[in-house]
């Protein structure tokens, strides 16, 4: 689906009359000194997504902020938040990419109760390794993160690459109607749920509509991209400048010139820049027509740039571990339209495929088996090698995404592009192979499951047990 014509051309009218101008500073809420805990508040909030003051009233935001506010911490610290849920649906905060301990991890119903309306529960994360993260919710996240609950977590280190400045942009596209609200009525479309997942219309960074950030001129950045769309693949085209990427999904990569940065559904990609230009633009070419995605302007106001541009040292990406003992899990992933998925199990009963659409909205399963959070989908002994072989044997796209660990990505096809560092979240084409190798190094109840939020409700996500 592409992108909302009656509201892309009010952008074009409203960034020609120059209005569009957002602080994008990330809001950073105040810690307590003494007990440093961070407080989110989700609630049903209005938000600026159009940019024109057209309010989008049917957003969920924490602190009535879009995105979320920025949680940042250091390396070794502790990263502590009480969550009030002060929506009349219940709610759970997920840390997504995080290796957490299992009862911070955030899954309804797997590692926690849920958070009911006028409740709180306060999250307790030790933050063991540096880089960009993002917290969201997950309970109903389809819908939930559709509707704005998500913000950035960035953790320092004293390692990380001196720049500039450090820009975070968080990426979603919305589903808006022609009055620039969330369009309610679209939610739980079975065609989306048996594609390729809820697309947006309108795409925001950092909440607003391509957004002007300022640079001095020279500088050094870092851009930290973040995608909390529900189910679109962006590929962000960073225009004309030399830029290196460092780090995906928070870890760190064999650093590579790039142009255009494909980010599925979770994943992050971490930027160096030298601002050796005017201007950098920004836009999402996942389309075919390329749509603005916020601009770097060198603004001499700002004073000089004062970091050199000196090569980027980074660490070595962790070597592959030894896989002469690996434990091998077939993932072999069917279902959806179009797809080659007859029948499944569910509930312990073999269903045909129609059935399990029309009455119980489930259309996706690993090894014939209808996926659910309280599905196993293999018990693993602490501290093994383990190798998840999955098969997409569909006719879409899928973000696979493993909670509690970072994995290497092994691809037959030598065609293909493999990642150089750990990921948390690997892209599949449809018909695609990959092995996802880890230590299972992480006791407790991790979800292994799709990012695309839809397809992750209806059948395409299990559970590891490591124990
Ligand atoms: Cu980012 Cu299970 O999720
Ligand atoms: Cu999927």
Redesign the pocket.
Same mark, same amino acid.
């Given at each position: 689906m592409g992108y909302k014509q009656m509201q892309r051309r009010d952008f074009l009218t409203i960034a020609a009359a120059g209005v569009t101008a957002a602080s994008l500073n990330l809001p950073t809420i105040g810690r307590a000194n003494a007990s440093d805990i961070y407080r989110l508040k989700a609630g049903k909030a209005t938000a600026n997504l159009i940019g024109d003051g057209t309010g989008s009233k049917n957003c969920w935001l924490y602190n009535a902020s879009c995105p979320g506010p920025l949680l940042r911490r250091r390396k070794g610290e502790m990263l502590n938040v009480a969550v009030i849920n002060d929506l009349s649906t219940p709610t759970t905060v997920?840390w =997504?990419g995080i290796r957490n301990i299992n009862e911070m991890d955030g899954?309804a119903h797997l590692t926690q109760p849920p958070i009911e309306p006028g409740e709180a529960f306060l999250y307790e994360v030790p933050l063991t390794e540096s880089g960009t993260y993002w917290y %969201?919710a =997950?309970t109903m996240s389809w819908e939930q993160v559709a509707r704005g609950l998500y913000g950035p977590l960035i953790i320092d280190d004293d390692d990380d690459p001196a720049v500039d400045h450090d820009f975070t942009l968080m990426i979603d596209d919305w589903r808006l109607d022609q009055d620039g609200q969330i369009d309610d009525a679209s939610f739980g479309s079975l065609h989306d749920w048996s594609h390729a997942g809820r697309f947006g219309n309108w795409l925001t960074v950092n909440g607003t509509s391509d957004p002007a950030l300022s640079a001095k001129p020279g500088a050094r950045l870092r851009l930290r991209l973040i995608s909390a769309a529900n189910a679109r693949i962006f590929k962000i085209k960073i225009g004309g400048a030399a830029a290196t990427l460092i780090a995906e999904d928070g870890a760190v990569c064999q650093a590579e010139q790039i142009e255009v940065v494909t980010l599925a559904p979770?994943q992050r990609a971490d930027l160096i820049i030298d601002m050796d230009r005017d201007s950098i633009i920004l836009q999402d070419v996942s389309t075919g027509t390329p749509y603005p995605a916020g601009r770097i302007i060198a603004d001499p106001n700002l004073g000089q740039a004062e970091i050199s541009k000196t090569p980027i040292n980074l660490a070595a990406p962790a070597p592959i571990a030894d896989l002469s003992a690996v434990k091998v899990i077939d993932v072999h992933m069917q279902g959806g339209a179009m797809g080659n998925l007859t029948e499944a199990i569910f509930n312990g009963d073999k269903l045909p495929l129609g059935t399990l659409a029309r009455e119980h909205k489930k259309l996706w399963a690993f090894n014939g088996i209808v996926g659910d959070y309280n599905q196993t989908l293999a018990d693993i002994q602490l501290g093994q090698v383990v190798a998840l072989d999955v098969f997409n044997d569909t006719a879409w796209p899928h973000a696979m %995404?493993l %909670?509690g660990h970072h994995f290497w990505v092994l691809v037959d096809d030598p065609t293909a592009d493999a990642p150089s560092g750990k990921r948390d979240t690997w892209l599949m084409p449809a018909g695609s192979r990959a092995r996802l190798v880890f230590v299972a190094d992480n006791p407790g109840l991790w979800?292994f =499951?799709c =990012?695309m939020l839809e397809h992750a409700a209806s059948g395409m996500g299990m559970v590891l047990a490591v124990s």
């Open positions: 997920h =997504h899954v %969201h =997950h979770g %995404h %909670h979800l =499951h =990012h």
